[in-house]
């Protein structure tokens, strides 16, 4: 592929580049850094939402992104669906939902598979915030579904994580266990509209009751996205929620203790694809983890930290 | 486990029904089908336009559209695709189709752009292979 000049793309707004540039994200391509550097890096507010499947998220996205649109900003959504573990291909169909707004250069929408993510979804999604934020969106949202560590994922990148639940899909002792009323910034009661949804409600209300007291308190919405019915309590919980995030140094608290992960993260990454080319060039070292990988770990290690390899880790 | 650093680049592939007819059986089991080819498949659901099926797949950065039609509007949905990628600048954007289209038209359709067609009964595993063809990169 030729090198494309993505800064010019980008400020030329055609959104191409920027689609370009996320897959380069994906890749884990260096490039990307340096279209950062170029372009600097404005960081929109995200929202997450998460939860199990056909709660009704892409549904409520589309509904949101109305609201945005109507007050004139612009939009980008990111909606990541699991990879096959078999095949490592995917159906990403959250764009189904979000029709309303083909057509309308206000609203990006780009599906990811979490392939070759592999905890470093957070990374990919963090990266790709930055991207959108440099071309000029004012509002990012986060899809994920909700299954095994990618909620968790979600939580550490978005400022504001909504948790969807619906009448018959997970209950809430499950959610319970997976720790998910500990992410939850706004819960969500989707499909109002179906007996058992005041129930699942209730059950939650008594399950935050019980929840140590903290200083935000996650409000409890009632949602029937396809009407549209509940947008107007939701979008003032995430008002209200961003509100006290910039009133109480939460906000800042949270941006600092995710910039600090994202750079533990970082060495994470790159130490790992470091060794990997190590294990793969040194036959010798490669012997040694075939004994004892802690041996091994601990020689890439210091070589990592002699300097040799960090210019490569990051090359 | 591959000792690879980094993960190869998956091909992606918008997937469409275009045209006013409503059922997507088929075009659902192609993506299927896709997917356990190890391609990522955005499928965009029914009734698309051309210009939401081009929108889509640059957004998507995708590399190829796969267009779903039994309404017999090919040989108009079909070159509006085309012209909508030129119109984009798009034109390295791969199209293929499938659907109820007679020879004749199939010839006229590959003269203005498409790589490939499939009428029904075509074996999903030709299309698979057809794609690997095309996109020798992808992982399998
Ligand atoms: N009855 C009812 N169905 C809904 C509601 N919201 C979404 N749905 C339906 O639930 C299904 C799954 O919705 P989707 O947004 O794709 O869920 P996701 O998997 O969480 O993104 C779709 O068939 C929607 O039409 C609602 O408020 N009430
Ligand atoms: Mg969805």
Redesign the interface.
């Known amino acids: 592929m030729p090198e494309r000049d993505l800064a010019a793309e980008f400020r030329a707004g055609n959104v191409r580049g920027l689609a370009r540039a996320i897959t380069l994200v994906e890749r884990r391509d260096p490039a990307v850094r340096r279209l950062l550097a170029e372009l600097g890096q404005p960081r929109p507010p995200v929202v997450g939402f998460t939860g199990a499947p056909g709660t009704g998220k892409s549904t409520l996205v589309d509904a949101l992104i109305r609201h945005w649109r109507a007050l004139g900003r612009k939009v980008a959504v990111i909606a990541v669906d699991p990879n096959s573990p078999y095949s490592g291909g995917a159906i990403l169909g959250d764009r189904i939902r979000m029709q309303g707004h083909a057509l309308d250069p206000g609203v990006y929408i780009r599906s990811m598979g979490a392939r070759g993510h592999l905890g470093g979804l957070s990374l990919a999604t963090r990266e790709a915030v930055r991207l959108l934020g440099a071309f000029g969106f004012d509002e990012v949202v986060l899809e994920t579904v909700g299954v095994g560590q990618s909620e968790l994922e979600v939580a550490a990148v978005a400022d504001t994580t909504v948790v969807v639940m619906a009448p018959g899909l997970g209950d809430g002792v499950q959610m319970i266990k997976a720790g998910i009323l500990e992410i939850a910034d706004v819960l969500v009661v989707n499909k109002a509209d179906l007996a058992g949804a005041q129930r699942a409600a209730q059950e939650l209300r008594t399950m935050l009751n019980l929840a140590p007291r903290t200083e935000w308190k996650p409000p409890i919405v009632m949602t029937v996205a396809l009407s549209g019915e509940g947008m107007d309590e939701l979008e003032q919980a995430l008002a209200r929620h961003r509100h006290y995030l910039e009133g109480s140094g939460e906000g800042r608290r949270r941006m600092q203790a995710r910039l600090r992960e994202e750079a533990a993260d970082l060495v994470g990454q790159w130490a790992r694809e470091a060794a990997l080319r190590l294990l793969e060039a040194d036959g010798e070292l490669g012997r040694l983890a075939d004994e004892s990988p802690y041996v091994a770990a601990e020689q890439i290690l210091s070589r990592l930290g002699t300097g040799g390899e960090r210019a490569e880790a990051r090359a | 486990m591959a ?5 190869p ?2 091909v992606r592939i918008v997937l469409a029904k275009v045209g006013l007819d409503g059922h997507d059986r088929g075009v659902k089991v192609v ?2 089908a ?12 029914l009734r698309q336009t051309p ?2 099926v081009v ?2 797949a ?4 995708a590399q190829a559209i796969g267009l779903s039609l039994h309404s017999g509007a090919h040989m108009t949905l079909i070159p509006a695709v085309l012209e909508e990628l030129r119109r ?3 034109t390295d954007i791969l199209v293929f189709a499938g659907g109820i289209i007679p020879d004749e038209d199939i010839a006229e359709l590959k003269r203005m752009g498409v790589a490939e067609i499939f009428t029904p009964g075509a074996p999903l595993q030709g299309i698979v292979e057809w794609l690997r063809e095309r996109f020798p990169e992808v ?1 399998s």
């Open positions: 000792t690879r650093a980094a993960p680049r998956p993506a299927r896709l997917r356990d080819a190890g391609y990522e498949v955005i499928y965009t659901g210009a939401m929108d889509a640059l957004q998507e950065d984009r600048q798009a992982e």
